[in-house]
C-alpha cells in the first residue's frame, strides 16, 4: 500500500505488471470516465452521465468471469466519491498521495474533486414520496458529523406517531443512530 499499489480496481484505470495504476486507454475508458467527472462538476444528473457513459460503450471486464459489466447509477455514485481520481488512495483509514510516489497521472484536479462533493453535499432537490406523504424538513437535516442529507421516516407505533431522522450515509463515522423529531406544546 505504501508504495501505492491496490488490489482495489478503479474505474478508468488498469494495473500494470508491477501493480501500480496506469490509465486504461483501450476503447478510451480513461477519457470516458473523465468525462464523467467533469460533466457531474458542470451539474449534469447521474441519469444524464449514466446514458453518456454506456453510450460511449464503456464496460469493463470482470477479472475472473471476463465478462462485461456496463456502467450504472450506483457505481457511478461511488466513482464521484472517491479520492483516487485526483490521486489519494484511501484504504483502512491510511492515505498514500500517489504522484508522490510514482508518475501517477491523475484524470482529475483537487479543485474538480471538491467541486463534486460540494455537489453532492448541497442537494436541496425536494423529494417525492411515491404515496404522496409529506415529511417536514425532508432534504433539510444535514448529520452533525458527515454534512450529508439526513433520513426521515414515521414511527411503525399504531398510537402516537413520531418523526425520526438518521444518517444513512456509508461515509459517516457515526453508527446510525437515530434521533426523534419532538413536538413543541405551548
Not at 42 to 52: A, F, V
Not at 58 to 70: A, D, G, I, M
Request: hydrophobic share 30%; charged share 30%.
Amino acid at each position: 500500500f505504501e508504495e501505492g499499489k491496490s488490489p482495489i480496481h478503479k474505474h478508468g484505470y488498469i494495473r500494470d505488471d508491477h501493480g501500480i495504476y496506469r490509465p486504461d486507454e483501450e476503447n478510451d475508458r480513461f477519457a470516458i470516465i473523465q468525462s464523467a467527472w467533469y460533466m457531474r462538476a458542470d451539474g449534469k444528473s447521474l441519469e444524464e452521465i449514466n446514458e453518456y457513459v454506456n453510450q460511449k460503450g464503456y464496460y469493463r471486464l470482470t477479472e475472473s468471469t471476463k465478462q462485461k459489466q456496463y456502467m450504472t447509477f450506483q457505481k457511478l455514485s461511488t466513482i464521484f466519491k472517491d479520492s483516487f481520481y485526483y490521486g489519494a488512495l484511501v484504504q483502512a483509514g491510511q492515505t498514500v498521495l500517489l504522484p508522490d510516489i510514482y508518475d501517477f497521472e491523475p484524470m482529475i484536479d483537487r479543485d474538480t474533486y471538491d467541486k463534486v462533493q460540494s455537489l453532492i453535499l448541497d442537494r436541496y432537490i425536494p423529494y417525492k414520496s411515491k404515496l404522496g406523504t409529506f415529511y417536514p424538513l425532508k432534504q433539510m437535516v444535514k448529520c452533525d458529523y458527515c454534512q450529508s442529507n439526513m433520513v426521515v421516516a414515521p414511527s411503525s407505533g399504531n398510537t402516537k406517531r413520531y418523526l425520526y431522522y438518521r444518517c444513512d450515509s456509508a461515509l459517516c463515522v457515526r453508527n446510525s443512530v437515530e434521533n426523534r423529531a419532538k413536538e413543541k406544546k405551548d
